[in-house]
């Protein structure tokens, strides 16, 4: 199963790594946050040896091989919530989240 | 649910603690806050799209919550008195600071602390008013990032002084914003502008707002910003370039002076006027004023012409501060333009022309200052690589020493931008001491007990001296991390003592404050304490002196019963020194003068004495200065 980015998010990014400059962009996982896990956005300037490479919508995305289980399938969105807007894990592994959406149990 | 913001590498916070910074320019006629989301700056939006909150304050009612920004703005007409504007002026200022206030239609009150206007809820300072302006950035922010904020990067005229940067600070903690650091304007702009990236260079920064006009000289060495020099015209404006063209259209138009109504409409269309000629040669303004219609044709040229005065009163102010700075216009490594009314070609021409280079100008002048300083927040939240860092910082409470009898003599006065060196001068107080206790202490209060110690250290070595012979320097030294480092050295021999302390270390901000409320409140008692304190030292000066006198001439010089007179005096100043009380700084004068007069004719046979002695045995003209054209050589 692979990662994947909505036309929205991947516009978004590309914008930003315009600006910014970097290879692409870095998703994880960190073992955190109320509810066991908590995911990780980062820019990316280099890609490690053991890093899975995906390519959506011309953004490349990296992610270490150990939180690839709990992120396979995970759609990346951008959305606009009032005047707040920001990105949107779509992740089907997940059970359980928290309230606040940053954090969760698979 | 949350949403997500993308982090620097490595730098992704944990769940719920998102460091959220922004930077907030406080302007005298419009604020705006800015923030950094996901690695790129954005000027933040209120709900209909507005970027800059004009800064008015309306105050309708008593119990009625104040209305803040443009809607503050548009009651300005209809409710003068209560509607405030401009209240940046009155920052940190008494009444008798300000002056008359003729352009203000409020009404001026004292307040604690400063200057107060009678509105309809009450008497308002200048921070509560800044405190509804900040309030609403820090609303919007709320709402624009999606939770709270760690803390905020306020920015100020580099001209401010410690009172009026208090009072911005304290109306932040009044909004409720924890400030991270009050960033001096210009250098603000210079860090938008990247220009913190280099290692040196000299900018100036050219700001024409709405109605002040702001030059400041920044030099750059090693990452830190040092203002040179600053310069400006407090009623030189885009609100000027607006009357000239209101003006002209009086004139043209065979106008005599209009009702207020209809004058600040004739201003709007003068303002849209101008601003339409930044990008076109000409302009056509359609206006009705006094039962006619006009229509009038202004050209770019005609403008200029109108302006050009305006424009080398700027100038001016720039030429005179460069002097300050003791720069030449070509030395200089960058020219940045901040402000709305730099957007005029006019303006930039004048600019280009006087430093013979081209200013930068790719950044939104309006929101240049504000750029900068969510820049700055954003690393000072931690948001940033720890490389990044890069500190402007002044220190939130004075630094001194301890002096005898418990006094603070304040070296570093607080709110001195860092980094920093001061150094003073002091001696010692006995004969023959040989060691010194240096006492650092921090706060503003006039006694050692009532301030807070930071570190002792012992100068030792000191050549015995008579008292008040040695000099002794003692430096305090804050760098740029806010680190102190205070070494003490005694000129003559060169001995050397030195100690390393961290001033705000421990110090909550509720601790500052507090300690700043109690300085406000008890300075008249302080200064009482101190005059005391005062008086005893002397005292014990005097004392230690007679008696050493006494012990070494007295025998010789006195009879017993002058003796016995002086003895009296001295033992009166040392009964006032141990038991009197609070109140006692009078009658210590008073005994400390009458045991002076009481030793004033031993001290003149001390004097004779002591040159007799040193005059004992030698002949004149050894003592002569050309003994070889004495005549009296051959005689002895």
């Not at chain 2, 911005?168 to 409720?176: E, F, N, Q, S, V």
């Not at chain 2, 001068?425 to 001491?433: E, L, M, N, S, V």
Request: aromatic share 4%.
């Amino acid at each position: 199963m692979s990662i994947t980015l909505t036309e929205n998010a991947a516009r978004r990014v590309r914008s930003l790594l315009e600006k910014r400059g970097g290879i692409g962009m870095r998703l994880a996982v960190k073992t955190s946050g109320c509810s066991g896990m908590a995911y990780a956005l980062e820019f990316a300037d280099s890609a490690g040896p053991e890093d899975c490479r995906f390519e959506s919508h011309g953004v490349t995305v990296l992610i270490d091989p150990r939180s690839l289980p709990y992120l396979s399938g995970t759609e990346l969105d951008f959305v606009r919530e009032g005047l707040n807007e920001g990105f949107k894990f779509n992740n089907p592994n997940v059970k359980n989240q928290c309230g606040c959406g940053e954090s969760f149990t698979v | 649910m949350a949403l997500l913001q993308i982090a620097e590498p490595g730098m992704s916070a944990a769940p719920h603690q998102h460091r959220l910074a922004v930077g907030i320019d406080l302007g005298t006629t419009n604020s705006l806050v800015a923030s950094i989301i996901s690695g790129a700056v954005r000027v933040l939006e209120d709900e209909t799209g507005r970027r800059l909150l004009p800064s008015v304050v309306q105050y309708p009612a008593p119990g009625v919550a104040p209305v803040v920004g443009v809607q503050a703005l548009a009651a300005q007409d209809a409710d003068p008195r209560n509607t405030l504007s401009s209240i940046k002026r009155l920052m940190g200022r008494s009444l008798a600071d300000v002056g008359p206030l003729q352009d203000m239609p409020y009404v001026f009150a004292d307040a604690a602390g400063g200057v107060g206007i009678r509105t309809a809820a009450g008497i308002k300072t200048p921070v509560e008013i800044s405190a509804e302006i900040l309030r609403s950035l820090r609303l919007r922010a709320e709402t624009a990032l999606g939770g709270a904020l760690t803390g905020a990067v306020i920015t100020v005229p580099a001209y401010f002084d410690d009172a009026q940067r208090q009072a911005t600070k304290d109306a932040a903690r009044l909004a409720g914003l924890n400030v991270l650091r009050l960033l001096n304007e210009p250098t603000a702009a210079a860090v938008a502008y990247g220009l913190d990236n280099g290692s040196e260079g000299l900018f100036a920064v050219y700001d024409l707002g709405g109605g002040t006009f702001d030059i400041s000289v920044l030099r750059l060495t090693n990452g830190v910003f040092e203002v040179l020099a600053t310069g400006g015209d407090a009623a030189l404006g885009g609100d000027d370039f607006d009357l000239r063209i209101y003006r002209w259209l009086l004139d043209s138009a065979g106008l005599d002076d209009l009702p207020p109504p209809e004058t600040r409409r004739l201003l709007t269309l003068a303002r849209r006027a101008k601003e339409a000629l930044s990008d076109a040669d000409y302009t056509i303004i359609d206006a009705q004023a006094a039962q006619r219609d006009i229509r009038l044709r202004l050209t770019r040229a005609t403008f200029d012409e109108l302006t050009v005065e305006l424009v080398q009163r700027s100038l001016a102010r720039t030429r005179s501060t460069l002097r300050d700075a003791g720069l030449a216009a070509g030395e200089l490594t960058g020219v940045i333009l901040v402000g709305g009314s730099t957007r005029m070609p006019n303006v930039r021409s004048a600019v280009r022309d006087f430093f013979g280079r081209d200013a930068l100008t790719n950044l939104d002048p309006d929101q240049v200052v504000g750029i900068g300083a969510a820049m700055q927040a954003n690393v000072l939240a931690g948001n940033r690589g720890a490389s990044d860092w890069l500190l402007l910082d002044v220190c939130p409470l004075s630094l001194g020493l301890e002096t005898m009898g418990g006094l603070v003599e304040k070296i570093i006065p607080r709110n001195s931008t860092l980094p920093l060196a001061r150094a003073q001068d002091f001696t010692t107080f006995k004969d023959g001491q040989t060691a010194m206790s240096v006492h650092v202490v921090q706060g503003e209060r006039e006694l050692v007990s009532d301030c807070r110690s930071l570190a002792r250290f012992e100068l030792r070595g000191i050549p015995p001296m008579v008292a008040g012979a040695a000099r002794i320097r003692v430096s305090f030294q804050i760098d740029a991390d806010g680190l102190l480092s205070v070494s003490a050295r005694e000129q003559s021999t060169g001995v050397e003592a030195a100690i390393d302390v961290r001033p705000s270390y421990g110090l909550t901000d509720e601790a500052i404050s507090a300690m700043l409320r109690d300085a406000l409140q008890s300075g008249g008692v302080d200064a009482q304490v101190r005059a005391l304190r005062e008086a005893q030292v002397e005292a014990r000066q005097l004392i230690d002196a007679t008696e050493t006198a006494l012990a070494q001439d007295g025998s010789t010089l006195l009879s017993p019963h002058e003796r016995d007179a002086i003895a009296h005096a001295l033992y009166a100043l040392a009964n006032v020194v141990e038991t009197g009380g609070p109140d006692s700084s009078g009658a210590l004068r008073a005994a400390a003068e009458s045991l002076n007069l009481a030793t004033q004719d031993f001290a003149a046979r001390r004097m004779n004495a002591s040159v007799q002695r040193a005059l004992a045995g030698r002949r004149l003209e050894d003592l002569a200065p050309s003994p070889a054209a004495d005549p009296m050589r051959s005689a002895a």
